[in-house]
């Protein structure tokens, strides 16, 4: 079966560094997507990678491995507006998306 | 200004009656997709449209139904067969290429039946 794995819930503190991390298991590979979600709100498109290295954004940067099925989330100087969900998603080999539970971030003053 | 709009943002009804999500989006994606969200769990797949008049089933396509009558517009329906319908619904579109497909979702609704 499919599985996309990340941590339910995390805690960070205003101005610092925060890796939020996702493995998966899909049939076929073909990009690995982060979303930002608020509660209640939509989903809105943070990175992609389909090849394996670092995709920088400003604070905020997006890691992959496909040997390894691993990518990270990397969170620099949280704010406090940060605290969301982050929704890790692999579009498989016939290019649908499976999306992780998600993860909560908290971010503490 | 360019979007996907769902109404209502909350919706509730009583139980075994049918109820019908609205989406419509104004992008030109020829691909649309209907989600359910629920508590501690991602994204489940409800039905996808690729093209106008044509649909496909997803993960959890039992007790809904769909129409692709217009390029623009995609609604559900969640039928009194859906055994636990209540939950949070996100409506998606994106366009149909093989690079970057970035998703662009509605403002969801939640619906709660009584």
């Known amino acids: 079966g499919q599985n996309i794995d990340q941590p339910t819930e995390m805690t960070a503190t205003e101005g610092a560094i925060v890796q939020i991390n996702c493995t998966y298991q899909t049939s076929g590979f073909n990009g690995l997507f982060w979303y930002q979600q608020h509660a209640g709100e939509a989903p809105t498109f943070l990175s992609y990678n389909v090849l394996d290295g670092l995709e920088e954004k400003g604070r905020f940067s997006s890691f992959l491995s496909r040997s390894k099925g691993y990518s990270y989330l990397l969170l620099k100087e949280l704010q406090m507006k940060d605290s969301a969900s982050y929704l890790c998603a692999v579009r498989d080999s016939n290019y649908q998306l499976i999306w992780g539970a998600g993860t909560k971030l908290i971010i503490k003053p | 200004d360019g979007g996907i709009t769902q109404s209502p943002k909350y919706l509730f009804r009583k139980e075994g009656q049918n109820v019908t999500l609205s989406c419509e989006q104004n992008l030109n994606h020829d691909a649309m997709y209907w989600y359910r969200q629920d508590p501690g769990q991602g994204l489940r797949l409800i039905y996808y449209?690729?093209?106008?008049?044509?649909?496909q089933k997803g993960d959890i396509a039992e007790g809904y139904s769909v129409s692709r009558e217009k390029k623009e517009s995609f609604p559900l329906t969640v039928t009194s067969a859906q055994k636990n319908p209540t939950a949070f619904y996100l409506c998606a579109s994106s366009i149909v290429d093989r690079g970057l497909i970035e998703a662009f979702f509605g403002q969801g609704t939640r619906l709660t039946v009584v």
């Open positions: 449209s690729q093209i106008v008049n044509d649909f």
